[in-house]
């Protein structure tokens, strides 16, 4: 059984996210720290607060970073994406459960610190809670067990960035914070655009989950018209990847992934500012921004149907 702290922006794919992680029979989760992202910060933690209440998950709820560390791809929130609300813009309820006092990034730490070795985080928004504990705790990295990150694009089979041509989202929202935390020696693996722009859902795997995850699969359901409205937009059909929920399939099920390993640097700033890039050959560079980092490993190839399946079997065990 892993027990994960779930770092989200939470918006409509991390909903979905939670919701895996919820009824998967190897996840119990230990906390959720929010981010701002796909929303604002207090919208959010309405976010997680809601979702939470309504599918009875008893994790503590902890308010992380308002913005990022350093200068950031765009302004304001991707509304045309998430909706203003963040969800899609289904109608929510006020929220009758409240976040805890202990911010974020401070809740990392105490948590990391009382279950050393024990604990896995999955990452999948701005990476600026986890930058902001390792300040707070340098010896972070030897507390966690593990860290999975949506972020990042590396051009494998040709894929791209979804906010520049080189750069993802969670990436571009902070890329200081992101080249800190995969700079830090966590045992890390990055799920990027490459894995989970080949992982795709469309209304058919929807009406599957109508069917078999009963509420779950109804919420769902709701969330994502406004998702597909978008997709379709772009000329994609009503299809779409399926981002956060991938970084939950890599912890969980790692055997669906093969990965690349090496130090990944994070480019703070110009053109290709939040490009994600993985330096295989560190001694073969004349440049040294590679050297002296901890590999991490990046996803490169995915077992999309299989994912998909998990995904299926675990929303399913929400409604027995
Ligand atoms: C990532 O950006 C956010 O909008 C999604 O929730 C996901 O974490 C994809 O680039
Ligand atoms: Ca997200």
Known sequence: ?????FDTDIGIDDAMALLFLHGAPGAELAAITTVAGNASLDDVTRNALVVAERFGIDAPIF???????????????????HGRNGLGDIPLPEPGRRAEELPGAEAIVDLARRHPGELSVVAVGRLTNLADALALEPALPELLSELVVMGGVFGFRGHRGNVSPVTEANFGGDPLAADRV??????TTVVGLDVTQETVMDEAFIDELVDRAGEAGAFIHAITRHYF????????????PIHDSSAVACLLYPGLYTTATGPVRVVTGGVALGQGILGEHPERYLSAAWRDRPACRVARTVDA????????????????
């Open 63 to 81: 308010r992380g970073a308002a913005g990022p560390l350093g200068e950031a791809l765009g302004e304001g929130y991707p509304d045309f994406v």
């Open 1 to 5: 059984m892993k027990r994960v702290i």
């Open 229 to 240: 409205d978008f997709y379709e937009g772009l000329g994609d059909g009503r299809r779409c």
């Open 305 to 320: 149907s299989g994912m998909r399946e998990r995904y299926l079997e675990s929303l399913a065990r929400l409604k027995a």
């Open 182 to 187: 995969l700079g830090a020696g966590i045992p």
